[in-house]
C-alpha cells in the first residue's frame, strides 16, 4: 500500500514569509508524528498527535510553529514569520497506534529560508 | 549533553571489512532501542531493533547492554550499498511516545 506523503518535496521561500507543509500518512493510522532535520544532526521530536488531538507538542520550539490534524489523517505544519534557522527537512512519521514504536516516515519537505 | 550520543564519523573502511558503531543513551526510562539507515537526501528506514539478548540480521549484529546504556552495530563483510548514515535511535513511550535520534554515523565503504 501507499506509504507515507508528504508535500511539498522542495519548499524555498523568504524570511518573513508564512509556510505550510503537508504529511499524509499511511492510511487508518492513528497517531502520526512530525520531526526536523537540520543538516548533519539526526530528526528532532517536534510534534505528536493521536487522532486529531496534540498528545505531546513539547519539541516546538517556539509559538511561530503549529501543526492541525483536524480529521485524524492528514496533518499541516504550519510556520509564521519563517526565519532562517528554519531551514530544515521536516519529517512526519505514522504509526498503526499510540501502543507500537515502529513508526513508518515519509521523504520529508525541504524548507530553505532565505 | 545529548540524550543519544554516537561518534558521528565518517567511518572510511574498504569493501569485505567489518565496522562496529557505538551509542549510549542517557534515560533509564527508554524502552526500545533500533537502529536506522538514512541514505543521502532520504527519509530514515529502519534497520533493525535490538534486544538485549543480541540479534543478526544476515550480515548485521546489533546488541544492547541496558546496564550500561550501550548499543551497538556491526557489519560485517561490508558492502559498496552499506554506505549511508546510520542512527541509533531509542523509544520513550508512554505518554510522549516519540523516537529520540543520535546524530548519525557515515560509513563510507571504498571499492
Known amino acids: 500500500g501507499a506509504g507515507v506523503s508528504q508535500t511539498p518535496s522542495n519548499k524555498v521561500t523568504e524570511k518573513g514569509k508564512y509556510v505550510e507543509l503537508r504529511c499524509d500518512p499511511i492510511s487508518g493510522h492513528t497517531a502520526l508524528y512530525w520531526y526536523r532535520q537540520s543538516l548533519g544532526q539526526g530528526p528532532e521530536f517536534l510534534i505528536y498527535?493521536?487522532?486529531?488531538?496534540?498528545?505531546?507538542d513539547s519539541g516546538l520550539p517556539n509559538d511561530r510553529f503549529f501543526a492541525v490534524r483536524p480529521e485524524g489523517s492528514v496533518s499541516t505544519l504550519k510556520i509564521q514569520r519563517t526565519e532562517r534557522g528554519d531551514s530544515a527537512v521536516y519529517l512526519c512519521?505514522?504509526?498503526?497506534?499510540?501502543?507500537?514504536?515502529?513508526?513508518?516516515f515519509g521523504p520529508g519537505t525541504r524548507l530553505t529560508v532565505l | 549533553r545529548k540524550e543519544v550520543e554516537q561518534d558521528p564519523g565518517p567511518f572510511n573502511v574498504p569493501e569485505g571489512a567489518t565496522v562496529a558503531f557505538n551509542c549510549t543513551y542517557s534515560?533509564?526510562?527508554?524502552?526500545?532501542f533500533f537502529w536506522y539507515r538514512q541514505d543521502c537526501r532520504k527519509e530514515p528506514k529502519l534497520l533493525m531493533s535490538?534486544?538485549?539478548s543480541g540479534n543478526e540480521d544476515g550480515r548485521f549484529t546489533a546488541q544492547l547492554n541496558r546496564a550500561s546504556q550501550y548499543i551497538s552495530l556491526l557489519i560485517r563483510d561490508s558492502k559498496l550499498s552499506d554506505s549511508a548514515t546510520y542512527l541509533c535511535?531509542?523509544?520513550?513511550?508512554?505518554?510522549?511516545?516519540?523516537?529520540?535520534f543520535g546524530t548519525g554515523t557515515l560509513l563510507a565503504v571504498q571499492p
Open positions: 535490538v534486544y538485549s
Open positions: 535511535v531509542v523509544y520513550r513511550g508512554g505518554a510522549t511516545n516519540k523516537l529520540i
Open positions: 498527535f493521536q487522532g486529531t488531538g496534540a498528545a505531546d
Open positions: 534515560n533509564s526510562a527508554s524502552q526500545s
Open positions: 512519521a505514522s504509526s498503526p497506534s499510540r501502543l507500537t514504536d515502529t513508526q513508518y
